[in-house]
């Protein structure tokens, strides 16, 4: 059984979904794959792993880097959950490419090469977005490519952690040079 409830972010409201492992499911309303993998018939519910996901947001959202993290299900393919399990990797304020972490997972599957393109996505289909942070991942040059959320949520994200650059996003009707 899986159990929901809301979450009011600074973003918007937030849908978080449980079930008695951990948390499943973390999205911003309007999202893209918005709740895909909730079960037809769930419950609001404040479950433990709900309860801990919102002290991990008030954490974040104060801009904190929290130091812990709630119980996560992660319900996705092998290669999703590996893709995922990379991305928990990268440090709070730091950004990777999805290159990057196709060489990761090639050389963890022993391959010479593995698509950036797939690494893609599993990204975009990560059901526990910020705790699980996509919003991490860029483009090869720096550039801030598609987020399931909104390039501005993942623009907000990135300047709540301290670590975005903005010389990395240029508008590209920008006259900057």
Known sequence: MQYTATYQSPLGEILLASDDEGLTGLWFDHQKYYAQKLAPEHAQKETPAIEQTRKWL?????????????????????????????????????????GEIAQKIAAQRGLAHMSAHAVGGAVSHNEISLIIPCHRVVGKSGSLTGYAGGIDKKIYLLKLEGGYIEAFFVPKHSTAP
């Open 58 to 98: 008030d954490d974040y959202f104060s801009g904190k880097e929290p130091d812990f993290l709630p119980p996560l299900h992660m319900i996705g393919t092998p290669f999703q959950k590996d893709v995922w399990k990379i991305l928990l990797q990268i440090p709070y304020g730091k950004t990777t490419t999805y």
